[in-house]
């Protein structure tokens, strides 16, 4: 039975050699991607249908390696010139990510530098009282939120604006209250003091609608949405972000005190688009409750993730809605096909993420994908 390798730092990560920003094909990349965002238009326009996604992520880049941005900028052309010979529907984007901890370093909490990882955050507050008595700044004038608008600007300068590009990796409030608050008091408050949940939330919510709106206009008519993890495009809709912590709630919990956050940030950018870690499988039926939804991520195969999702509950919920599944499948062609076999079927908008090997094996499974989703089941 094939498992989750924890040997690798990056189970999602393909080996990428760097490419200087004087050798990358511009030209070609930009055929390329028009090319591929004619049919992610038509998947838009449709009711139903399937897109692949070749996705083309470099460890570095998500760890040790963000700290410095021309290096960043050189593994992600090469991620990108290495892409275009992979079969796919969605073109691949560049993106400024710079680790998880933002909106923490608004209530003074610096990143941690461990050697050879990406930066990490801790909790500095035992209680929302103590974090909302702090003097917080807005994230655009802490030392990181300045370091990842130049580092947007640096990505436009030297690809003169020539390439796709996504806002920062955007945690949703719920995820950054507990990179600010202690995991255990921050639940409790839920229970013991429901109001200053829901006030901290928003308050969250607010310092990153002021501080995306500016990587927003940054980026410009180059963004793809939703962003980060997500197939994403210049034609697709909604603003990613990771909410790993629903696992951690029940729906009544989640739907009272996390929804009013996430849905108030998601929409302020045109809709949320949301992905979890793990298996979440029994909030499938909730995410329609989240209002104007615009897609989810999820992991559905047990190389992609430790603890991946069975495939029923997302397509009972999701066929007939009109969110997007961004279905990630770590696996070769067999695993692929036997996963989309019990993802798809007619209603469902599916993008199949892969991450073969080799552009001959994804030519095959590119095949194998269309293939059974053209096929109504």
């Known amino acids: 039975m094939t498992k989750f390798d924890t040997s690798k730092n990056d189970a999602q990560a393909t080996r990428v050699d760097p490419v200087k920003v004087s050798e990358f094909p511009f030209q070609a990349y930009q055929q390329y991607e028009q090319k591929l965002t004619e049919r992610c238009l038509n998947f838009m326009r449709s009711d139903s249908g399937a897109l692949v996604y070749r996705r083309m992520r470099v460890a570095e880049v998500f760890s040790y390696g963000c700290r410095d941005m021309n290096q960043s900028l050189e593994w992600q052309l090469g991620a990108l010139q290495k892409s275009m010979a992979y079969e796919a529907d969605v073109p691949n984007f560049l993106e400024p990510w710079y680790g998880i901890g933002m909106v923490a370093c608004s209530f003074g909490i610096d990143y941690i530098w461990n050697k050879g990882q990406s930066p990490a955050t801790k909790p500095a507050f035992q209680t929302i009282d103590e974090a909302m008595s702090f003097d917080i700044k807005p994230v655009i004038e802490t030392e990181v939120g300045q370091h990842s608008l130049k580092m947007i600007e640096y990505f436009l300068e030297q690809t003169r604006g020539k390439i796709p590009m996504s806002m920062g990796d955007i945690q949703s409030p719920f995820n950054n209250a507990t990179n600010i608050v202690n995991t255990s008091n921050f639940l409790m408050s839920m229970i013991l003091e429901p109001e200053k949940v829901l006030h901290f939330l928003d308050v969250l919510a607010n310092i990153e609608i002021d501080f995306y709106k500016e990587q927003e206009k940054l980026i410009g008519d180059c963004l793809v949405k939703p962003g980060h993890g997500f197939a994403s495009s210049r034609v697709f809709e ?5 909410d790993d912590n629903v696992v951690m709630v029940d729906e009544e919990t989640y739907l009272n005190f996390v929804t009013p956050s996430f849905t108030k940030l998601g929409n302020a950018f045109g809709g949320p688009a949301h992905h979890s870690c793990g298996n979440f499988s029994d909030k499938a039926q909730m ?24 495939t029923e509950p997302f397509v009972r919920a999701l066929k007939n809605s009109g969110i997007i599944l961004n279905a990630r499948m770590v696996g070769n062609s067999e695993t692929v096909k036997e996963t989309i076999e019990r993802l798809w079927t007619e209603g469902m908008k599916l993008v199949a993420v892969t991450y073969s090997q080799s552009p001959q094996e994804q030519k095959q499974v590119y095949d194998i994908i269309h293939n059974i989703c053209t096929n109504p089941s």
């Open 238 to 242: 909604g603003f990613a972000m990771s």
């Open 287 to 310: 995410l329609k409750k989240l209002n104007d939804l615009k897609m989810t991520d999820a992991a559905f195969t047990a190389e992609t993730d430790p603890h991946p999702n069975p």
